[in-house]
């Protein structure tokens, strides 16, 4: 189909048209196109005005934001030249931290093998100080002075006279006898420890105690101990209340070197080298016995 063609419109724009009546003036109407033309002259120089004062607000707005932000530049500037300077000494930081790692990884390795070293040594020590001790018995009970004046020569004459002549047919030989220093007290005697020459007379002693039962002195009872050392005697302390509580059930018990609980119950023995192991079995044996 053939296109049509579009036809312009054109609008017509009308003049004002100023009637003049035929009896009418011509000045009037040019004095009132002089008004028109003037409130036209006075509507632009307001608006001109108007835009003035718009464009200088605007100008002062920029220049402070300007200002503002180049006020907050350099302020980031400044933050990123210090995050700069804090993330080298971190990075310094980090590097010794981790030098400083490796050297307390080194000295606790150290640490750890001198631990080891000296636990090794002081039970050495210990074991030494025990063995140097062996030969000495500790006597328990027994009245203050009555050794006067000479001691060993009253230990030796007293044991064979008190254990009996069966056990020692002829005096043992002690080389020296004391009594622990402290102030004496007659209702508390200090003991007395008396060292042998022979380690076989200590074990005869206390042998021959154990199977008398009770040692008398006039009418106080004597009893003899090994001489341990104070690490020892502290080990063994830990089984004092579990020794009480044997002894409440008549139960068969004993402390075998260094400090061990040795308990035998309806035959069976066990040994315990911790309080708390003694305790587990001690309550068994108590539940055992109520059921």
Same mark, same amino acid.
């Given at each position: 189909m053939p296109s049509k063609k579009r036809k312009k419109k054109t609008k017509l724009v009308s003049s004002p048209v100023v009637k003049v009546d035929d009896d009418g003036d011509a000045s009037s109407v040019a004095s009132s196109s002089s008004s028109v033309s003037t409130?036209?002259?006075?509507?632009t120089c307001v608006?001109?005005?108007?835009? *003035?004062n718009v464009i200088?607000?605007?100008? $002062?707005? /920029?220049?402070? =934001?300007? !200002?503002?932000?180049?006020?907050?530049?350099?302020?980031?500037?400044?933050?990123?030249?210090?995050?700069r300077e804090f993330s080298g000494r971190m990075d310094l930081a980090e590097e010794r931290?981790?030098?400083?790692?490796?050297?307390v990884n080194t000295e606790k390795s150290k640490l750890e093998e001198a631990t080891k070293r000296i636990t090794f040594l002081s039970r050495k020590?210990?074991?030494?100080?025990?063995?140097s001790r062996r030969?000495?018995?500790?006597?328990?009970?027994?009245?203050?002075?009555v050794e006067n004046p000479d001691?060993?020569?009253? *230990?030796?004459?007293?044991?064979?006279?008190? $254990?009996? /002549?069966?056990? =020692?047919? !002829?005096?043992?030989?002690?080389?020296?006898?004391?009594?622990?220093?402290?102030?004496?007290?007659?209702?508390?005697?200090?003991?007395?420890?008396?060292?042998f020459l022979n380690f076989q007379d200590v074990v005869r002693v206390m042998r021959a105690a154990r199977q008398k039962g009770r040692v008398m002195y006039g009418d106080q009872e004597i009893k003899f101990f090994p001489d341990l050392s104070a690490e020892v005697l502290r080990q063994r302390r830990r089984f004092d209340d579990i020794k009480q509580r044997l002894r409440s059930?008549?139960?068969?018990?004993?402390?075998?070197?260094?400090?061990?609980?040795?308990?035998?119950?309806?035959?069976?023995?066990?040994?315990?080298?911790d309080p708390s192991d003694a305790e587990k079995f001690l309550q068994g044996i108590q539940n055992t016995d109520e059921l």
């Open positions: 409130n036209v002259s006075d509507a608006d001109t005005c108007q835009n *003035l200088q607000k605007l100008d $002062l707005m /920029r220049n402070d =934001f300007a !200002t503002k932000i180049y006020g907050v530049l350099n302020t980031i500037k400044d933050v990123k030249k210090d995050v931290i981790s030098s400083m790692e490796d050297v020590l210990d074991d030494l100080e025990n063995r030969s000495n018995l500790r006597v328990v009970n027994l009245p203050e002075k001691a060993v020569a009253f *230990l030796e004459k007293w044991l064979c006279e008190t $254990l009996g /002549r069966s056990i =020692f047919p !002829t005096p043992p030989i002690i080389e020296r006898a004391h009594r622990l220093p402290g102030r004496q007290n007659t209702d508390r005697p200090r003991v007395m420890i008396m060292k059930l008549n139960l068969r018990y004993g402390i075998v070197y260094p400090a061990k609980l040795r308990v035998t119950v309806n035959g069976q023995t066990r040994e315990f080298e």
